[in-house]
């Protein structure tokens, strides 16, 4: 039962961040600007991975561009790499975010994100149940 209760938190815990993630990015936003060089005004490759330590199992990733999800779910094992996303030109943020279950209290998990072929943003998390996320900004 308590392991129930734990998954259930980490659930609950995990749908909150994605939130955050995918709906909080319309607070930070600055003044547009009209510079077609700007890297927002270009698309990019993105890709999008999760790395585990040994003995811990990656369950699901929420990953996108904007506020455009994808989830991987019923996933297993210690890496996850997603497809190759092309984001449009003017697109704003990428964001991932991925649960794991850990081996033990000292497992962790790494998140990336790679932009065109380029590692720009990381996030970890550490213990037994794992949540991890990344935003990046173009």
Not at 17 to 30: E, I, N, P, Q
Not at 80 to 107: C, D, F, I, M, R
Request: hydrophobic share 40%; net charge neutral.
């Amino acid at each position: 039962m308590k392991k129930m209760k734990m998954s259930q938190l980490l659930r609950v815990t995990f749908v909150v961040l994605l939130a955050a993630l995918f709906f909080g990015f319309v607070t930070s936003c600055s003044n547009d600007d009209d510079d077609d060089s700007s890297p927002a005004r270009k698309s990019h490759k993105v890709v999008f991975k999760a790395i585990a330590s040994s003995g811990s199992n990656i369950d699901v990733a929420v990953y996108g561009i904007d506020g455009n999800p994808t989830t991987a779910s019923s996933l297993s094992g210690t890496t996850w790499t997603s497809p190759e996303v092309t984001s449009e030109a003017g697109a704003y943020n990428a964001n991932v975010a991925v649960n794991a279950v850990g081996a033990n209290a000292s497992s962790t998990l790494k998140v990336q994100i790679w932009v065109d072929g380029e590692l720009k943003k990381e996030g970890s998390s550490s213990g037994q149940y794992l949540s991890a996320s990344a935003s990046y900004v173009f």
